[in-house]
């Protein structure tokens, strides 16, 4: 079983800056893709980040040059580094990834139970 654990989320300023991780557990072979979603009230979730297994990221245009997303294949953990927040920023964040499990390689999609995010002054 594989579970993924989010943290990071809070209240900020306009303007701040926050740090959102992502820890994998469980019968975990490989972490292939990981990724951030979020989703803000009344809106459909929307992809925020994604990185490959080689390092590759791309982000949505709404965060392109404010946010970056890592990686750490030691801990399988994943982080996205938020700067520059604005309000409309402001969503539910939740972790993705594509996960190849120890129990007869079986690849499947995980999505942690979501982290608060508000930015507010």
């Known amino acids: 079983q594989v579970q993924l654990v989010e943290s990071g989320g809070g209240l900020v300023q306009p303007g701040g800056s926050l740090r959102l991780s992502c820890a994998a557990s469980?019968?975990?072979?490989?972490?292939?893709?990981m990724g951030w979603y979020r989703q803000a009230p009344g809106k459909q979730r929307e992809l925020v980040a994604v990185?490959?297994?080689?390092?590759?990221?791309d982000y949505a245009a709404s965060v392109k040059g404010r946010f970056a997303i890592t990686r750490d294949g030691a801990k399988n953990t994943g982080y996205l580094q938020m700067n520059s927040l604005k309000p409309e920023d402001t969503a539910v964040y939740y972790c993705?990834?594509?996960?190849?499990?120890?129990?007869?390689?079986?690849?499947?999609?995980?999505w942690g139970q979501g982290t608060q995010v508000t930015v507010s002054s």
């Open positions: 469980g019968n975990i072979f490989r972490i292939n893709t």
């Open positions: 993705n990834a594509d996960i190849t499990t120890s129990r007869a390689y079986s690849r499947a999609d995980y």
């Open positions: 990185i490959t297994l080689g390092g590759s990221a």
